[in-house]
């Protein structure tokens, strides 16, 4: 049986608000494994055990950049320590620099992109000057370029914190942009169902077929509940699958409008800013204690 210790039951709670004592007794059924906990606790407590999964750690920006004609296109997240550095005009200029450089020259990786030429010297060279001038560290974590089948359109929201660049075969700009729209309300995870792991899959079905054993459905129907679970996961996370945010009906799906305007989404790629980076969060008011303390003991 492996130790639960303090600081494992405190990361648990920190991802999924579950309280303290639940997620000990997760962290106990699952022998200190902690994938498997936030999983026992999904089933026990729904979703609200995973809704800190959606929060944004980090801060910085989504650089984007559209050819003229529509046919190429990139976006790049750079980070930073702080909103107040994200704001600043030259940081977000970098962003769209490189977005630039992404979509024009092709990069393999971040390390390639880095070495290319940009202003007097290279995309390095500029973003170190950058932060010796500012005294904050900032990071290109990020990037994606895109060659249209048909035209790419773009849409940015909350100051850049959200990008999104979809590939629209047919239809018209104002679709384009009210699907770009969508997809910044409504982060589908893919395009249709061929775009969801299986192992996400795996999970969704493992903790619905737990809770309805939990809540007493006999064992004959689990597998049926089970798959009519996923099924509605489907249609949460796929474009496709889901309601289009301005559905006058409230009920048109994003599939149903392409086929009324005789159109096609051919890719989307989708960036928030700081998704799935871990950010420390500090007590000032220790660390103004902890920095008087370390002066007086000079």
């Known amino acids: ?21 639940e997620c000990k007794k997760a962290l106990t059924e699952a ?6 906990a936030e999983e026992i606790l999904r089933v026990k407590l729904g ?26 296109g990139a ?9 107040f550095v994200a704001k600043n005009d030259e940081f977000i200029a970098l962003a769209k620099g490189c977005a630039e450089l992404v979509a024009t020259k092709n990069p393999a990786d971040v390390a390639a992109l880095s070495a290319l030429p940009m202003g007097d010297g290279t995309v390095e060279s500029i973003r170190s000057a950058l932060v010796g001038k500012i005294g904050e560290n900032m990071s ?9 089948k048909g035209k790419l359109a773009s ?8 990008g999104v660049v979809i590939d629209l075969v047919g239809g018209d700009e104002q679709l384009a ?13 893919s395009l249709d169902a061929s775009g969801v792991s299986a192992e996400l899959l795996d999970t969704e079905r493992r903790i619905a077929i737990e809770k309805a054993r939990e809540s007493g459905k006999p064992e004959a129907m689990l597998e049926k509940i089970a798959e009519g679970t996923v099924q509605k996961y489907l249609k949460e996370v796929t474009l496709l699958g889901q309601v289009f945010v301005k559905a006058e009906d409230g009920k048109q799906t994003v599939e149903q409008l392409l086929k009324q305007k005789g159109a096609s989404v ?19 008011a220790a660390e103004v204690a902890a920095q008087a303390a370390a002066a007086a003991q000079k």
């Open 1 to 21: 049986m492996a130790a639960i210790t303090a600081s494992m039951v405190a990361e648990l709670r920190g991802k999924t608000d579950a309280p303290m004592m």
């Open 31 to 36: 022998d200190g494994d902690m994938v498997k």
């Open 47 to 72: 979703n609200k055990a995973s809704k800190a999964a959606a929060r944004v750690a980090a801060e910085g920006v989504v650089g984007m950049y559209i050819s003229d004609d529509g046919k190429l």
């Open 75 to 83: 976006m790049v997240e750079v980070n930073s320590e702080t909103d």
């Open 140 to 148: 290109i974590r990020r990037f994606a370029r895109m060659e249209a």
């Open 155 to 162: 849409y940015v929201h909350g100051g850049s914190k959200i």
């Open 177 to 189: 942009k009210d699907l770009a729209m969508h997809i910044a309300a409504s982060k589908p995870k």
């Open 266 to 284: 051919a890719g989307f790629t989708l960036y928030v800013v700081g998704e799935g980076i871990e950010k420390k969060v500090s007590d000032f």
